[in-house]
């Protein structure tokens, strides 16, 4: 039987805890890519919160989160962080299909997103869930590519999108 986590919208008392969390997580690629940890700069949670969109936690307290932002009619998967204490057990999973959930209900017909193409825990990872890459991305999606092109140095990125 599949576990149940409480998936919920990040309240005031979440945000504080973001940036350490993501902080945490972006170490697990910075060890398996052997690069330099300051090419990840973690964002706090209430400049997060601040961006058009909406920003989801799981369980209490808060051990991960997703932001989707929403921007010239799309909803784009901008960060999904799990605590690695608290990973491999479908937090990840139940953050995703609760924005996919949630960007339905607000009219959006898929999900986006950029990921790290060769990193176990990305690319097939967001497969699994019915993402698929995309060859030839444009707009906000291409526009995302570019400001992640730094990323590139240490291992190539896709786009990728969910249709429902």
């Known amino acids: 039987m ?6 919920r919208p990040a309240g005031p008392a979440d945000l504080p805890l973001l940036a350490a969390i993501e902080s945490a997580a972006d ?3 910075t060890d398996l890519l052997a690069c330099d940890p300051a090419l990840f700069d973690a964002t706090p949670g209430e400049r ?12 209490r307290p808060v051990v991960g989160f997703a932001q989707v932002l ?10 999904l962080c799990v605590h690695p204490e608290h990973g491999r057990l479908g937090r990840g999973t139940a953050l995703v299909e609760a924005c996919c959930a949630q960007a339905a209900v607000r009219g959006y017909d898929a999900l986006t997103l950029t990921t790290f193409r060769d990193v176990s ?10 993402f698929v ?3 030839q991305p444009g707009g906000v999606l291409a ?12 291992s190539p990125r896709v786009a990728m999108r969910r249709a429902w």
């Open 48 to 59: 997060r919160d601040a961006d058009p969109g909406f920003l989801l936690v799981v369980d």
């Open 70 to 79: 929403e921007e010239e009619g799309t909803a784009h998967l901008q960060q």
């Open 143 to 154: 526009r995302h590519l570019r400001d992640e092109a730094a990323y590139d140095a240490v």
């Open 121 to 130: 825990f990305n690319r097939p990872f967001y497969e699994r869930l019915g």
């Open 133 to 135: 890459v995309l060859d």
């Open 2 to 7: 599949a576990r149940v986590y409480d998936v």
């Open 27 to 29: 170490a697990l690629v």
